[in-house]
């Protein structure tokens, strides 16, 4: 019994030692992008399964202990922006010899930088919506099976996941379903790149596909009001509100979900 009591010990102890070690070093990223944001210092990143030669230029724009929203830097100049989780950064290292010659070359960052709440995923995403008409989102996996990228259009977003509207990089066309993922499987956004701003000039603009989609579409005699995005959805869609009714409104805030407060209460 002893014996058995030790084991258990131990097991107990490399587990707590684990999870201190985690805790450390999530103190560590978080307390060194807090440095580079103060201090408003470029920094070179390396991310989770990456090797050293693909680091990565940011500028902190925010970070709290689970986000940290930049603005990347490729080839001495500002090339959009990102939002990652705090668990998918390897190492972050200051960059201040980076950010003097960024300032001797009077490279700056872009007007109007967006803020993001980090503290709701919901409402940075409402944010970003809309202001954007193209974003990249991405769930990185154990593997590249397991993994996603996704480039379209915030569709829906809710309180537990987002609606999108995949828009194909290849031959610029829409995908006629929406594809649902959990906010918890979110693990990257990307808005405001050359890329993703080259996209959505040259593929059909996405209120123009969705116009061209509605009017195609034989509308049975009883349903009523019948269009793309907001009645194609499958499943339950009361967690969803759409993203397009925000746009040109004075308030944007989430709206309320009676029914989800009263299951949770």
Not at 50 to 75: C, G, H, P, Y
Not at 128 to 135: D, F, G, P, Q, S
Request: hydrophobic share 40%.
């Amino acid at each position: 019994m002893k014996q058995k009591g030790n084991k258990k010990s131990r097991k107990l102890s490399k587990q707590a030692q684990t999870i201190a070690k985690q805790i450390a070093a999530e103190n560590a990223l978080f307390n060194t992008l807090s440095y580079c944001m103060e201090r408003k210092v470029l920094c070179r990143v390396l991310l989770q399964g990456e090797k050293w030669t693909q680091n990565r230029v940011w500028m902190i724009l925010q970070a709290s202990r689970e986000f940290v929203f930049v603005l990347r830097a490729t080839d001495f100049q500002y090339t959009g922006y990102e939002l990652h989780r705090l668990t998918d950064l390897a190492d972050v290292l200051p960059a201040p010899e980076l950010t003097e010659h960024y300032r001797l070359l009077d490279i700056l960052p872009p007007e109007n930088v967006p803020e993001l709440n980090l503290e709701s995923l919901p409402e940075a995403l409402q944010t970003v919506a809309t202001k954007e008409n193209l974003v990249m989102v991405a769930h990185i996996g154990p593997d590249e099976d397991t993994s996603i990228v996704v480039c379209g259009h915030f569709e829906k977003l809710g309180k537990k996941k987002l609606s999108i509207r995949e828009l194909d990089p290849n031959d610029l066309a829409w995908s006629p379903e929406p594809i649902k993922l959990s906010y918890e499987h979110l693990d990257m956004l990307c808005f405001g790149t050359p890329a993703l701003l080259a996209l959505a000039q040259l593929a059909m603009p996405y209120d123009a596909y969705i116009r061209s989609v509605n009017e195609s579409v034989t509308v049975p005699q009883n349903m009523e009001d019948f269009e793309v995005g907001t009645d194609l959805m499958e499943g339950e869609n009361e967690d969803l509100f759409d993203i397009d009714e925000l746009m040109g409104t004075e308030d944007n805030s989430l709206p309320e979900d009676s029914n989800s407060e009263e299951q949770e209460t």
